[in-house]
């Protein structure tokens, strides 16, 4: 990468975290440009002139401009494989691909309820509501307790684009208030795995670095 590539993102939006994090694991000289997403900085001439649509992240390589998360993150692993964030077999690299389409899941099912709790005034939140919606979190969060009950990765031994996607909004949902704790073991070593990458460390949002780590605590027992 001759020149650096530019990342035009939102802080603490997972689906940039994501890309970010990608970036940082392959060790590819960027430069992040943060946009005020309460000022719609993501709407402007300049980003719609490179995303009509107007959504983060966009990935400036060159004259090139990749926007959709997913696009973005398998235009990396094309361009430059190398270290690769795909396992290098057939089964296995499948395996990863579900897992990173399978992380969708977690963003339907958190936006779901997190969108709840912050758009509803707390006179008017409904118990049984929040319960319905958090049912459908609780219900995806097993799946990736289960995965990462198996191994220490969503994919083989190594970290992929998938463990880059759970982690953001696994960690993003905890930010918010999701407990980890006891309930999801598995999820709660895995993070405190991803916590201690360089990669992380160098993304972690500025907002939240005064805000104690305390799902990456050891759970009691």
């Keep these: 990468m001759p020149d650096p590539s530019t990342i035009r993102a939102v802080e603490c939006s997972p689906p940039c975290w994501m890309v970010r994090l990608a970036l940082e694991e392959k060790g590819l000289d960027h430069e992040c440009k943060l946009l005020n997403f309460a000022a719609g900085e993501h709407k402007s001439p300049e ?43 057939n089964a296995l690299r499948a395996l990863a691909l579900t897992r990173l389409h399978e992380a969708n899941n977690l963003k ?24 319905h919606l958090a049912s ?9 307790e289960y995965y990462y009950g198996i191994g220490h990765w969503a994919a083989g031994s190594a970290i992929s684009l998938a463990d880059l996607a759970v982690f953001a ?9 999701l407990e980890l704790g006891l309930r999801y073991p598995n999820l ?23 805000t104690p780590y305390s799902y990456l605590t050891e759970p009691e027992s």
């Design 188 to 210: 709660h070593a895995f993070c405190g795995r991803m916590r201690e990458r360089p990669s992380v460390t160098a993304t972690w949002p500025a907002v939240w670095k005064q």
């Design 169 to 177: 909004y696994v960690s993003t949902a905890a930010h918010l208030g």
């Design 136 to 144: 459908f979190l609780h219900d995806e969060l097993f799946f990736w």
């Design 47 to 89: 980003m719609l002139a490179k995303n009509p649509r107007g959504t983060v992240p966009v990935l400036m390589d060159g004259n090139i401009v990749v926007y959709e998360t997913l696009a973005i993150l398998d235009y990396l692993e094309y361009a430059y494989p190398q270290p690769a964030l795909l396992p290098n077999t």
């Design 108 to 131: 339907q099912v958190g936006m779901a309820l997190f969108s709840y709790l912050m758009n509803t005034k707390a006179i008017d939140l409904d118990p049984a509501e929040v319960d």
